[in-house]
């Protein structure tokens, strides 16, 4: 049988006294949580455990005497031996440590209290002994990945079993050395708890600030959000991304300044993660907002804005005039080209107009924008993608016109195809069957269906030229929106604890022999393996509203060849829980 | 299963019997075992039926009067392409022809009516309108396409129009075949110079190709004996509207409508003689369902 003791390193230099920790059941191993030094009452001590078990819920026990005789002190060891008679337990531990020697010795005594167990041999057999050495503060620290919720007595594993109740035990390490109590223990806050005045001045202020935050909060929601009727504004607003990007952030901030202290630590690095990057955020945006305000900026932008928009549509003029000729040496249906070549020339004209008769207004407009940039830079962002969908707003409406018709086109000629081949499209078996058809029916058919055959080269090419302008407009809003989603969901805080504080993202342990020596016990340095960066940002990463392509590559081009209009960036709701 | 044969039998019959022909009975014979009764159940050609030539012949007149309405087609098309028929003209024909022929139909029909005459007349009203309002926009669909093209697609189309016709039951048109045919003639139709003609094209590919077929069934129907002469009508009319237009076309068209009607039912007929069909119990069962007995 091999028993595993987990010696915190704190506790190696220890005066000699009692042992107290855990023994983790179901399993060979005991963990050792601080040492209580002579003199002790054992009445005291027993006091001190069974309070500490009620406020820690770890269930505390006395696991054996430690001696590290120094001068003055010989006859601690019989003294030692006699004490588990006083506290009552199936196995007894006796640790002892020469000063100067690395190794410890170890006596395994079993108390007799049950019969042995004929399963187990029986007979006293000699007890092989392993000490795994542990730092107790970072393993107090830390969290072990993947985490499970788990109470205390049911844990899955060893591991788990002891970085749980190192965690659970934060009650028994809050007397110190410098404390007026009847005992005197050695654990990691021995030497003195560590406190920082700034650290409890915001932990005092920041109760009656999260309720003013709070209140302001659920006001802006219930006045925002719910005394617009749904309908067409609702509709709007899902599409305009600084509304989805607003609606987002005010959810953030129900969860970072809710009253309700976090309980798991899931739910504290979410809060944490959310509160960095919003400061960042906000920071970026501050910067962008002192350029942009700096030098004249605005105007600048104004001045270019305008000769721009003009020069887009004049350059959307020259490709329709193209069209109408004959493109790239394609015959077209001369009648059809110019109906629609004037058609869209003259949505141009319009737009145009348009924006010559806002020039004048562009820069104010420009000038309030801007100032929301203060609210963080992802609010920037998404505005700017807005203001480049209001802008190729006509490409947009060109685009719907030419898949709209270009769609038309194709049902009509695959539905008289079926009417040229004497078939027809059975809707209850949802086949193609035979059918026999009128003589009218089969006319006017024929007719119909040269027509749109002839046609179709014309308003194929108009579709092209239209569709691959808007995913032109498509992709550059993509990559804005890629940008926000990059800056709403990278998880900053838990990036910063891994790259500093490693030891609090834990993944495993490795064990370091520290001392072999044959006829002692094993010595191990038990160190804790940090979570990997790659598998930080998946666990940690803020769930977003991530726009990501609906469809994939294959279905997108079956619904280009169709003529369906495509939507191509879907929007993942919010997870809220 | 016990059964009484001696020594002496058959060498088919065994102790237990002679060879039955069932699945279900475990048989002392090796699986591919026959016996004399094998193929007794053979027949050979019982269903070669025996062609008389001059039968063959005149059948074989549907399948030459529809090449010849396909040549007459095409002579009308060449008269307006090259200016000898005006379009008024034509249209005037048009009507000329399709107000006795609807009256001789009417004639034939007798006292069974599928149709209305209503039903007819608003069916005549429907066609005029959508082919004199489409006109324009068919005149000028094939305007960027290369002659060549549409010679080649008309052609490619007339010949799956002969391809696919329902000889058998032409009385409804086949949908590909009619559909084949207008397509043609609409490509032909667009490459002439004016709406007019385009609405003149349309109006006569609909009688020839959608309206004579139906009359000439009415007329094979009622009056056996004047489909010869229809038949023969149309040949002549084809050969000879072909030679005004184009004499070698006509030699070409003359000489192959002697093969059809002359040649081929020979070729029919002595080939006969080769054939070789088994039929057997083991052919694929036919159902035959009588349904008149449900129908009252």
Redesign the interface.
């Known amino acids: 049988m091999v028993l595993k003791i987990f010696f915190p390193t704190c506790c190696n230099t220890a005066d000699s006294g009692l042992l107290i920790g855990r023994w983790i059941p179901g399993q060979d191993s005991a963990v050792v949580l601080a040492v209580i030094h002579y003199p002790f009452i054992p009445g005291q001590v027993k006091k001190y455990l069974s309070e500490t078990q009620n406020q820690s819920q770890v269930d505390l026990a006395v696991l054996g005497s430690w001696s590290l005789p120094k001068d003055g002190q010989e006859g601690m060891d019989s003294f030692l031996k006699d004490l588990s008679t006083i506290f009552p337990n199936s196995r007894w531990l006796q640790l002892s440590r020469e000063i100067g020697k690395r190794g410890f010795a170890c006596q395994v005594v079993h108390n007799r209290i049950t019969p042995p167990d004929p399963a187990q041999g029986g007979t006293d057999k000699k007890d092989q002994i392993i000490f795994i050495h542990y730092d107790q503060r970072k393993v107090m620290l830390s969290q072990l990945h993947p985490i499970h919720e788990e109470s205390p007595g049911e844990e899955s594993s060893e591991l788990r079993a002891v970085f749980h109740t190192v965690a659970q035990s934060g009650p028994l390490f809050l007397l110190d050395r410098y404390d007026e109590g009847p005992l005197k223990l050695t654990h990691w806050q021995s030497e003195g708890r560590e406190a920082s005045i700034v650290v409890e001045l915001s932990k005092q202020a920041s109760v009656p600030l999260c309720i003013v935050l709070t209140w302001l909060v659920s006001l802006w929601q219930s006045k925002c959000f719910r005394s617009y009727s749904p309908g067409l504004f609702f509709r709007t607003s899902v599409k305009m991304s600084t509304c989805v990007q607003t609606a987002y952030r005010t959810n953030h901030f129900q969860t970072v300044f809710s009253t309700k202290k976090a309980t798991s630590h899931m739910e504290f690095m979410r809060k944490a993660n959310i509160f960095v990057s919003f400061l960042v955020d906000m920071s970026l945006g501050l910067l962008l907002v002192s350029w942009l305000y700096r030098e004249n900026h605005i105007s600048q932008l104004a001045n270019t804005l305008v000769p721009v928009a003009d020069h887009v549509a004049k350059e959307l003029q020259e490709l329709l005039e193209w069209l109408m000729g004959a493109p790239a040496g394609l015959k077209m249906n001369r009648a059809l080209d110019q109906v629609l070549g004037r058609f869209f020339l003259y949505h141009i004209h319009l737009w145009i107009s348009y924006i010559r008769l806002m020039s004048p207004f562009i820069e104010m407009i420009l000038w309030y924008v801007g100032l929301s940039a203060c609210l963080g830079l992802t609010f920037a962002l998404s505005v700017l993608s807005d203001i480049v969908a209001l802008l190729t707003f006509h490409i947009y409406c060109f685009y719907v016109y030419g898949a709209r018709l270009y769609c038309l086109k194709v049902y009509g000629l695959s539905s008289l195809w079926r009417l040229f081949c004497g078939k027809k499209w059975n809707v209850l078996r949802q086949r193609v069957d035979s059918c026999s058809y009128d003589l009218d029916q089969l006319f006017i058919g024929t007719l119909l269906f040269t027509i749109l055959l002839f046609l179709l080269p014309t308003t194929a090419l108009y579709y092209l030229v239209f569709t691959l302008l808007r995913l032109v407009v498509v992709m550059f809003q993509g990559v804005i929106h890629l940008a926000i989603d990059l800056i709403n969901s990278f998880p900053l805080f838990a990036m910063g604890l891994r790259l500093c504080r490693s030891y609090r993202l834990a993944e495993g342990v490795k064990f370091r022999v520290l001392c072999e020596e044959p006829g002692t016990p094993l010595h191990l340095m038990m160190e804790i393996n940090p979570l990997k960066c790659s598998s930080v940002l998946q666990r940690y990463r803020t769930p977003t509203y991530s726009c990501y392509p609906r469809d994939s590559w294959v279905d997108l081009c079956k619904k280009l060849f169709m003529g369906e209009l495509i939507y191509p960036w879907k929007h993942k709701t919010t997870k809220t829980d | 299963m016990g059964a009484n044969s001696g020594p002496g039998a058959s060498p088919c019959a065994s102790p237990v019997g002679p060879w039955r022909k069932v699945l279900y009975a475990r048989q002392p014979f090796p699986d591919n075992h026959v016996d004399r009764r094998f193929l007794e159940e053979l027949r050979r050609n019982i269903r070669v039926r025996q062609y008389r030539y001059w039968a063959v012949v005149r059948e074989t007149g549907l399948v030459a009067q529809q090449v010849s309405c396909v040549a007459v087609f095409i002579t009308l098309w060449s008269c307006m392409d090259q200016g000898r028929l005006g379009p008024s003209v034509l249209l005037w024909a048009a009507t000329g022809c399709a107000l006795p022929g609807y009256g001789l139909y009417e004639m034939l029909g007798g006292k069974d009516r599928e149709r209305p005459r209503l039903a007819d007349l608003q069916?005549a009203a429907?066609?005029l309108a959508?082919?004199f309002g489409?006109s324009p926009?068919?005149k000028?669909?094939?305007?960027?396409?290369s002659t060549d093209t549409v010679y080649a697609m008309s052609a490619v189309m007339l010949l799956a129009h002969l391809l696919s016709f329902p000889y058998t039951q032409p009385s409804?048109?086949?949908?590909?075949s009619?559909?084949a045919a207008?397509?043609a003639s609409?490509?032909l139709a667009s490459r002439l110079p004016g709406a007019l003609h385009t609405f003149a094209m349309l109006s006569w590919a609909?009688l020839v190709f959608?309206l004579w077929p139906c009359l000439l069934h009415r007329l094979r129907e009622r009056a056996e004996w004047s489909f010869p002469w229809a038949a023969g009508l149309v040949c002549a009319g084809g050969v000879g509207g072909l030679g005004a237009v184009w004499p070698g076309g006509a030699l070409l068209l003359s000489l192959a409508l002697l093969v059809l009607t002359l040649a081929c039912p020979l070729l029919l007929v002595c080939l006969q003689r080769h054939k070789d069909n088994i039929h057997g119990p083991w052919d694929e069962a036919e159902i035959r369902e009588d349904l008149s007995r449900f129908l009252s």
């Open positions: 069916s429907v066609f959508f082919t489409f926009v068919l000028t669909l094939t305007e960027s396409v409804p048109p086949g949908s590909l009619l559909n207008l397509f609409v490509c609909l959608a």
